[in-house]
């Protein structure tokens, strides 16, 4: 059966894997995303790819009606963007903490909210939220960016409380390092000494994190709810 899937930050990296596993699987897939172009055989394929940037209620709100008009409520939505800016915690400041917890946390807030507006009314919801290995392990560097990724766990956890008898399912997925435009920025020297310690030895490509997501939206996964899953090559156990 088709669905109406929304994948936030699905133009590139992650986001675009998961979009394309959905979309492979026949569903109706939206992306939103708040920069560049998503890729021409994306859009061609039919996805439907709207410019939403979600530290921004109204254009959220936006996109929510765009997406509802053309594939109707949204039944699957994967809150995949996300940003980094690195800092030791000295160098820190207030602003570049608040940003990157205004767009992971507070920016997931703001999607999962709209979307359970629908879920509500059809008495089901799959939400899959993607947080990081940082945000169970922390790093240093990373406080805000760790911080963020925690928040989502008890977000998930207490929506998956709040909304379970409503029949909407909250998850997590916590990747470790994948092959992205997020881990470009890496030294080598940095990469390496980060596969040393991933037991499976080499980073993620996208599409193992969409096959776990697509995974916990498929009926197969029905009675999970509340879980953080790694998909971490072991990094974080
Ligand atoms: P990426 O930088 O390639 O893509 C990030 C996406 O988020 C882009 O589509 C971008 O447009 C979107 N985005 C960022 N800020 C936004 C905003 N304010 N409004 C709307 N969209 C916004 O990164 P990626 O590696 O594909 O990461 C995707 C998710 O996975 C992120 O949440 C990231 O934290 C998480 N993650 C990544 C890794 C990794 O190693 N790459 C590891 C663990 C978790």
Redo the contacts with the bound molecule.
Sequence with gaps: MSRSVLV?????????AIARAFADAGDKVAI?????EPPKDLTAAGVLAVK????DSEMVEQAYKEIEEKHGAVEVLVA?????NDQLLMRMSEEDFTSVLD??LT?TFRVVKRANRGMLRAKKGRVVL?????GLLGQAGQAN?AAS?AGLVGFARSLARELGSRNLTFNVV??????????QVLTDEQRANIVSQVPLGR??K?EE?AATVKFLASDDASYITGAVIPVDGGLGM
Excluded: E, H, Q, W
């Design positions: 936030t930050g699905g133009n590139r990296g992650i986001g675009l939103t995303y708040r920069s560049g939403c940037d979600i530290t995949n963007a996300g940003i980094t767009t992971n920016g993607i947080s990081s290995v940082v960016y990724k916590a990747p470790g390092f994948v092959d992205t435009d997020m881990t980073y993620a996208p994190i």
